[in-house]
């Protein structure tokens, strides 16, 4: 009997809705756990959220809220979000629930009770004189600020001085990479074991448990003048979740006797793999058996933030490509474990070709003949065709290929795993040809060929429902298959499907997309309205974009448009010619500015009414999502001047 499997995602900060970044970790712990389920391995999948200190706090006042209303808030958009992707978590757990704070205050007691090995106090009160980044929840040390400043949050941090209560962290450390060291505390990948280990060498100091001057948190059991250290709070969400606090049964089958896996990005790997399991030696609990942390992924790029205004919302993806598409697309754009760039504009390009043509095109093309040749029923196989004998080598094989991966974190290969099958299969379809049997009235043969590949396509079916589970079982469907034959072992033999069963699609798995037409940005022709869209191949011949006319214009007059709040209406001087341009920039440039600013003009543009009002022309705008400049040239050129 395998043990049971309990895997986890960190828990998300509630003070920012969900993001592409957060649906990335969750979408993979949800296919690993669909995966173990396959496999017929007990499996229990928690994610949550982190609802305490002082950026909740600071964000809730903001918001005009009281602390609890605020996290209840955000925490629901997390809920939606993976309900909207289809992730099938057992739990959600949230650090302001009774079972949480339950639990914290146990473990808490149990800390402050330890002893380390030579007999000292696990937990000892002392003061911290610091520099405290409330953006990072924690304290920056003078070597990690780059002007003074916090490198992530860009402001500075506050000199506090209080008193704490402090974990002998550096008590553990040998303990830790005694473990590490045997395998018996797993960190994958190899990169960041090694970074571990280094973290060791460094002579990392004791960390502080408590905090007295944040109010939002858990006050300490043995003092409550101060609350708990938000990491402190926040890793004790694993066990706090299946009943550390008072179901020791449930806690020892998810925890003590299970196989526990913790996924996370690298950015959190110094808490994960060392207080973390400090925490836990000190409480006299086991070690999670793995901490895998995968790589950090850039938008277009550039690191994902806020002000930039890239972050990608897993729900516009959700609208866009449906949850099984969107879970597909965010999982294969750079192997698992690596950093990569994720660039939305790939997206439809990959869907049409993975998902619409390589898959969906297959089942349509296969249940057409069926249709047509088969009286809609699943033929039977006459054991020979040619080239059989590939297929339903790759066919038997992929299921266990595919799970031997996921138990090595390698997610991208497994999918790889579904789609070489679904390319075999069309390979062997285009290679043997049916619907020419079907015309030389080979009836046997062409049964045979429509049979295999109903059945490549059942595994493939399996093998890619973790990742694709409502669209796997649409195309189970087709087949007259449902959930309850879903399973790795059912995967492992080519030939399981049985014959006579109806076939029938209602409509294609994966409708093709079309690609957006590039529509024009902040310029005059613009609606200001439209969200506008990138070009989605992102590639121009030379000779398209050497189409356009770019001129240095000077703006002589500007004015707003009525009853148009994001419109000016601008008199410019091209050199040659005065011309009028309706320009989508109100928002973000009162007509004042715009007077006398050199712009520069796309001026070979058929002229357009925008809100009744002609334009001939746009201007040229750098613009995230909530910010827009002109652009305007380094240098003092004469009106009329090109641009190239
Ligand atoms: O750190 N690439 O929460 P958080 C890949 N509350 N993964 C990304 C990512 C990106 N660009 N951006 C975010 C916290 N993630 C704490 C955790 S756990 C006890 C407490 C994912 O909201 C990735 O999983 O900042 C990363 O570790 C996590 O979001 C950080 O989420």
């Known amino acids: 009997m395998q043990r049971p499997f309990y895997i986890t995602t960190p828990i998300y900060y509630v003070n920012a809705r969900p993001h592409i970044g957060h649906a990335y970790t969750t979408i993979a712990a949800d296919v690993i756990a669909r995966w173990h389920r396959l496999a017929g391995r007990e499996t229990y999948f928690l994610t949550g959220t982190d609802e305490h200190g002082s950026k909740v706090a600071e964000a809730a006042a903001k918001a005009g809220l009281t602390e609890q209303e605020f996290c209840d808030r955000t925490a629901a958009t997390f809920v939606q979000a993976w309900e909207n992707l289809g992730i099938r978590n057992n739990d959600f757990i949230r650090t302001t629930s009774p079972r949480h704070i339950k639990a914290v205050r146990k473990i808490l007691d149990a800390m402050r009770a330890a002893k380390t090995a030579d007999g000292q106090d696990v937990v000892y009160s002392d003061y911290y004189e610091g520099l405290y980044c409330t953006g990072c929840e924690k304290f920056l040390t003078e070597k990690e600020l780059v002007d003074g400043k916090c490198p992530y949050h860009r402001t500075e941090p506050e000199k506090v001085r209080e008193k704490n209560y402090f974990f002998r962290l550096t008590a553990f450390l040998?303990?830790?990479?005694?473990?590490?060291?045997?395998?018996?505390?797993?960190?994958?990948?190899?990169?960041?074991?090694?970074?571990?280990?280094?973290?060791?060498?460094?002579?990392?100091?004791?960390?502080?448990?408590?905090?007295?001057?944040?109010?939002?948190?858990?006050?300490?059991?043995?003092?409550?003048?101060?609350?708990?250290?938000v990491w402190v709070d926040a890793l004790s969400n694993y066990i706090s979740a299946i009943g550390y606090a008072d179901d020791r049964e449930m806690f020892d089958k998810w925890w003590?006797?299970?196989?526990?896996?913790?996924?996370?990005?690298?950015?959190?790997?110094?808490?994960?793999?060392?207080?973390?399991?400090?925490?836990?030696?000190?409480?006299?609990?086991?070690?999670?058996?793995?901490?895998?942390?995968?790589?950090?992924?850039?938008?277009?790029?550039?690191?994902?933030?806020?002000?930039?205004?890239?972050?990608?919302?897993?729900?516009?993806?959700?609208?866009?490509?449906?949850?099984?598409?969107?879970?597909?697309?965010?999982?294969?754009?750079?192997?698992?474990?690596?950093?990569?760039d994720i660039q939305a504009s790939r997206f439809v390009t990959q869907y049409n070709s993975d998902l619409a043509n390589d898959l969906g095109n297959l089942v349509s093309r296969v249940v057409k003949l069926i249709q047509a040749h088969c009286d809609s029923k699943i033929p039977a196989s006459f054991g020979k065709a040619d080239r059989l004998d590939v297929l339903q080598q790759i066919a038997a094989q992929t299921a266990e290929a595919a799970y031997a991966h996921i138990t090595e974190f390698r997610l991208h290969a497994a999918i790889a795993e579904g789609l070489t099958l679904c390319r075999a299969t069309n390979k062997f379809f285009n290679d043997t040809a049916p619907w020419k049997m079907a015309k030389a009235g080979k009836f046997e043969?062409?049964?045979?060929?429509?049979?295999?590949?109903?059945?490549?396509?059942?595994?493939?079916?399996?093998?890619?429902?973790?990742?694709?589970?409502?669209?796997?079982?649409?195309?189970?469907?087709?087949?007259?298959?449902?959930?309850?034959?879903?399973?790795?072992?059912?995967a492992t033999t080519f030939g399981k499907l049985q014959s006579g069963g109806e076939v029938k699609l209602a409509k294609p798995l994966f409708p093709r997309l079309e690609k957006k037409k590039d529509k024009p940005d902040a310029g005059a022709q613009s609606d200001p309205n439209d969200k506008g869209s990138p070009n989605e191949d992102g590639l121009l011949d030379i000779s398209e974009f050497g189409k356009v006319q770019l001129r240095?214009?000077?703006?002589?007059?500007?004015?707003?448009?009525?009853?148009?709040?994001?419109?000016?209406?601008?008199?410019?001087?091209?050199?040659?010619?005065?011309?009028?341009?309706?320009?989508?920039?109100a928002q973000h440039y009162s007509p004042e500015q715009m007077v006398g600013r050199k712009v520069i003009v796309v001026a070979n543009l058929k002229p357009a009414k925008i809100r009744g009002i002609e334009s001939r022309g746009m201007l040229l705008a750098a613009k995230s999502k909530d910010s827009l400049y002109i652009v305007t040239p380094d240098g003092d050129l004469p009106p009329g001047s090109g641009v190239s």
Not at 197 to 214: A, P, T
Not at 556 to 584: H, M, N, P, Y
């Open 174 to 229: 040998p303990t830790i990479r005694a473990r590490i060291e045997s395998g018996e505390l797993r960190i994958l990948p190899e990169e960041r074991r090694r970074e571990v280990l280094g973290l060791i060498d460094q002579e990392l100091g004791d960390f502080s448990l408590s905090r007295e001057r944040v109010t939002w948190g858990i006050p300490l059991t043995f003092d409550d003048a101060q609350v708990a250290y």
């Open 256 to 340: 003590t006797n299970a196989d526990v896996v913790h996924l996370m990005a690298k950015d959190i790997l110094k808490f994960h793999c060392l207080y973390w399991p400090a925490m836990l030696l000190a409480a006299g609990e086991k070690l999670p058996e793995t901490l895998f942390l995968h790589g950090f992924f850039t938008v277009d790029g550039e690191k994902m933030s806020k002000s930039l205004g890239n972050q990608i919302d897993p729900n516009d993806m959700v609208a866009e490509f449906g949850a099984d598409a969107s879970r597909y697309l965010v999982l294969t754009q750079y192997p698992f474990g690596v950093d990569g």
């Open 445 to 490: 043969s062409l049964d045979t060929v429509l049979y295999s590949c109903c059945e490549a396509l059942r595994i493939i079916s399996v093998v890619l429902w973790p990742v694709m589970p409502a669209k796997m079982n649409e195309l189970r469907e087709v087949f007259g298959l449902d959930e309850s034959g879903l399973t790795l072992d059912d």
């Open 552 to 585: 240095v214009a000077q703006v002589l007059t500007a004015e707003k448009v009525e009853k148009a709040d994001k419109l000016l209406k601008l008199q410019v001087d091209l050199g040659s010619e005065q011309r009028q341009i309706v320009a989508g920039i």
